[in-house]
C-alpha cells in the first residue's frame, strides 16, 4: 500500500488526530520493501541492524559506512515513509562539526529524511542544535538509549523511580528545545510517558513505553526472525524464523532425495540441441 510521501507535516497532523504513528525498522531493500508495502508511517535505518543483519554483538560496533550501505539499501526500496537513520556510536562524539558532516551523508548517500540522535547530556543537545541549524530534522531518543546502556546500568527498564523518571522527563524537554520534531521513548514506564507527553509538544514514538503517540519495532522481531527471548515490549506478529528454517530444510531434503529440480524446473531443449552438444562432448575426447 502506498500514498502521499509522508513529511513531518503529516506527522505532526496524525499525533494532533489523535492517529497512532506507525514506525518499523528496515535494513536492506527487501525490509524496506515490505514496510513501503504495509503502509508504515516512518522507516528508522537503525543501529540494532549490528546485531541483527550483521551479526555484531552491539549497536556501538557498526561503523559509520556500515550504517550508510545498510541505509542506502533501505532508501532503495521505500517511496511513501518518512526515512529516519540512526547516528552510529563515534560518528558525533568529536564535535559539532563532526556531527553535522555525518548527518550531511546521510542525506546526501543515502537519502535519509532525517536522523535520529540518542541522549540528552549538553554535549548531545549541541550537537541536536547544530544538525537542526544544518536544515537537517532530528528525532530525539531518550530513556534507555542502547549506545551508552552501561552507564544507565545495561539494557533495562528506566524511569522507574522518581529520581529517573524526572531525568527522563528533562531529557525528554531538553531534546524537544534543541529542536527534535519527535523523540523516541525507550523502556519506560507507560504512566512516565502519559505525564511526560502532557508537557510535550512533539510526537512521542514509544518503544516500550505504552500507548505514545506512535510505536516502533524492530522489524526482525516482530516477524519472528530473530532467535532467543524477545525482550518483554516485543510482539511477535508471526513466525517468519521457523518458517524460513523449514522451507530450507525442506529445499535441502528435496536436493538430497533428488526431488528437486523436477521437471518443470528445467529449460527444455530440442531434440536436435541435445543431439549436436552430446556429438560434440564424444567428439572432444573429455569422455
Known amino acids: 500500500m502506498t500514498g502521499p510521501k509522508v513529511t513531518l507535516r503529516r506527522l505532526r497532523e496524525l499525533a494532533d488526530a489523535g492517529t497512532p504513528i506507525v514506525m518499523v525498522t528496515a ?3 527487501v525490509s524496506g520493501r515490505v514496510a513501503e508495502r504495509a503502509g508504515v508511517d516512518m522507516v528508522l535505518v537503525g543501529d540494532s541492524g549490528a546485531q541483527v543483519v550483521l551479526g ?3 549497536t556501538t560496533s557498526v561503523t559509520l559506512d556500515e550504517m550508510l550501505m545498510l541505509a542506502k539499501a533501505v532508501r532503495r526500496g521505500v517511496l511513501t515513509p518518512l526515512v529516519v537513520c540512526d547516528l552510529p556510536f563515534g560518528s558525533t562524539e568529536r564535535s559539532d562539526e563532526q556531527a553535522v558532516a555525518t548527518s550531511v551523508r546521510f542525506v546526501q548517500e543515502a537519502g535519509a529524511d532525517a536522523v535520529k ?3 540528552a547530556n549538553p554535549a548531545r543537545l549541541s550537537r541536536l542544535r547544530a544538525i537542526v541549524d544544518a536544515g537537517i530534522p532530528v528525532v530525539g531518543h531518550v530513556g534507555l538509549t542502547p549506545q551508552t546502556a552501561t552507564a544507565l546500568g545495561g539494557l533495562r527498564a528506566q524511569g ?3 529520581d529517573d523518571a524526572i531525568r527522563v522527563a528533562r531529557d ?3 531534546v524537544q528545545d534543541a529542536g527534535a520534531f519527535a523523540v523516541v521513548i525507550e523502556a519506560v514506564p507507560a504512566d512516565v510517558v502519559d505525564e511526560i507527553r502532557r508537557a510535550l509538544r512533539i510526537p512521542v514514538i514509544g518503544i516500550g513505553a505504552g ?9 526482525h522481531d516482530l516477524l519472528g526472525i530473530t532467535e532467543g527471548r524477545a525482550p518483554v515490549f516485543v510482539k511477535r506478529y508471526a513466525a517468519v524464523g521457523d518458517a524460513m528454517v523449514e522451507a530450507v530444510e525442506a529445499y535441502a531434503r528435496e536436493v538430497r532425495e533428488g526431488a528437486f529440480p523436477a521437471a518443470e524446473h528445467v529449460y527444455p531443449a530440442s531434440a536436435e540441441v541435445a543431439a549436436a552438444v552430446r556429438a560434440f562432448v564424444d567428439d572432444s ?3
Open 27 to 29: 535494513y536492506d531493500f
Open 56 to 58: 555484531l554483538p552491539d
Open 117 to 119: 540522535l540518542e541522549g
Open 160 to 162: 522507574r523511580t522518581a
Open 172 to 174: 525528554a524537554f531538553a
Open 211 to 219: 500507548s505514545a503517540d506512535g510505536q516502533v519495532l524492530v522489524q
Open 285 to 287: 575426447g573429455r569422455r
